[in-house]
C-alpha cells in the first residue's frame, strides 16, 4: 500500500518517517514537499488562488502514484487541501482531523496553541466544525507564540521549547484540553512532566488514523 504526503516543510518529515515505520511499516512513504507554500501563506496570512491552485497540482500529481490514501501534513494550508481533495479518487487525511475529534472528546474548553499566525484560524476552525459535526459545544481558546517555528528551523531548539512550554502551562490553566496546532512541536511532550491536562499533537494521532482507514 502507498500514501503521498503533501509537505509544506521538511521540519516535521522525519518524525513522520518514523511513525510510518512504527505504525505502518508495510506502507510505502512517498514525500512531495514545497517549502515556498508556508512562505506564501505566512506572508498572506492565509490561503490565496495561487495557494490553491498548487496544492490542486500536487494532488494531481499524487493520483499518478496511485496512492491508497493522500496525506496533507501542513494545518497552514489546509483549506487548500479540503478543495483539492474532492479531485481525489481514493482516501484523503488532513493531519490534524484526527487530532480536533480527540479534543472534542476530551473537553469543552480546548486551548490551541500556534508557532504560525496563519494556522491559528484554520486550526480552532477545524476543532469548531469538528464539534458541530459531532453535535458538541465547545470554546476554542488560542495561544499564538508567534515566530516560534522560525526560532526552531535557525536551530535555536532550546528557545523554541521555552516559549512553547510557557504558552502550553498558560493553555492548561485556563481550559481541558491544550491542542499543539505544529507537529514540530511533538518533540516538546516528554518536557512536560508537570503538565496535568492532556496535550494532544497531531502526527501520532494521524498515522494511527491512516493505519484504521487503509484497514490494517
Known sequence: MKVVLIHTSPVSLNDLKALFKEIVPEVEMVNIIDDSLLDEVKKNGKINSNIISRM???????KTLKPDLIFNQCS????AFDIARKQADCKTLKIDEPMAE???ELGSRIG?????ASTVQPSSDLIRNTAKRLGKEVTVTEYLVDGALDILMSGDVDR???LV?????RAESENDVVVLAQGSMTAILPLLTDIQKPVLTS???????????LGL
Not at 490542486?56 to 499524487?62: G, H, K, L
Not at 490551541?112 to 504560525?116: D, F, R, S
Not at 502526527?203 to 482507514?213: I, M, N, T
Open 160 to 162: 523554541h521549547n521555552e
Open 56 to 62: 490542486c497540482s500536487y494532488v494531481q500529481v499524487a
Open 112 to 116: 490551541v496553541v500556534a508557532t504560525v
Open 102 to 104: 480527540k479534543a472534542v
Open 165 to 169: 512550554i510557557k504558552a502550553i502551562k
Open 203 to 213: 502526527p501520532r494521532l494521524a498515522v494511527e488514523r491512516v493505519k484504521k482507514e
Open 76 to 79: 497552514s494550508v489546509g483549506e
